[in-house]
């Protein structure tokens, strides 16, 4: 398995433009999500799925959209990129059981807003 | 709503030395987890706790759920400078879909000086 995986690892994007964020998973996991990391902020949660055709928005959704057509993927858009969306993203995904479980975190894509 | 602090946010130690960090929430939480985020990296599942006053082992980390499942601890005993890093905490959060969401606490940095 291949995991959690994240394209791209690095993007350098100018304020107003668009773009997504890739995310895919092996696992067969019916929850995935995106999480940003700022320095001393820790993790936040942006957005979550339960399968696919259900997403929901997290604790800092403003400024970005996500669909799920299939379980294998969860991509996240950035409609009209601001400085303020440097940060660093990760996707995760788990199995959903009532106990919560392990979470597999993908490797991270690295964004910087000019 | 629901946070968590961790405390402290930074810590250096010797190498052979022991180190705490702790997490402490302003509600009950049903469970917590740990996570360790070495530099660079992406965050992996270390543990989770559901009982109150519940101790788990994992070598030389020691994990703590407090009685009143407010609050948690980790604690690595000897350390070596395989433990560099960051450590989370994360509770639960139910979500609008009925999916339990993972909110995480700051981090605590740990730099191990060989």
């Known amino acids: 398995n291949a995991g959690v995986t994240q394209t791209p690892k690095f993007q350098v994007l100018k304020t107003g433009q668009s773009m997504t964020l890739q995310c895919a998973q092996d696992m067969n996991h019916e929850y995935m999500s995106w999480y940003r990391q700022d320095p001393g902020m820790g993790l936040r949660l942006i957005h979550y799925?339960?399968?696919?055709?259900?997403?929901d928005q997290g604790e800092v959704p403003n400024g970005y959209n996500v669909s799920r057509s299939t379980t294998e993927d969860f991509p996240l858009r950035l409609l009209s990129a601001a400085p303020s969306q440097t940060s660093v993203y990760f996707c995760?995904?788990?199995?959903?059981?009532?106990?919560?479980?392990?979470?597999?975190f993908g490797p991270g894509t690295r964004l910087l807003v000019l | 709503g629901q946070q968590v602090m961790q405390i402290p946010q930074y810590q250096h130690v010797q190498e052979g030395e022991d180190f705490t960090t702790y997490c402490n929430s302003s509600t009950t939480l049903s469970n917590i987890q740990w996570y360790k985020q070495r530099p660079g990296g992406h965050p992996v599942f270390l543990i989770q706790l559901v009982k109150s006053g519940e101790v788990k082992k994992q070598k030389r980390l020691t994990f703590q759920f407090g009685e009143a499942k407010k609050n948690s601890s980790l604690h690595i005993t000897a350390t070596q400078t395989t433990d560099v890093g960051t450590y989370f905490c994360a509770g639960i959060r139910s979500g609008l879909t009925g999916a339990n969401n993972l909110f995480f606490g700051t981090g605590t940095r740990l730099t191990v000086i060989p």
């Open positions: 995760a995904s788990r199995k959903i059981r009532q106990d919560v479980g392990t979470q597999y």
């Open positions: 799925s339960v399968g696919a055709g259900i997403t």
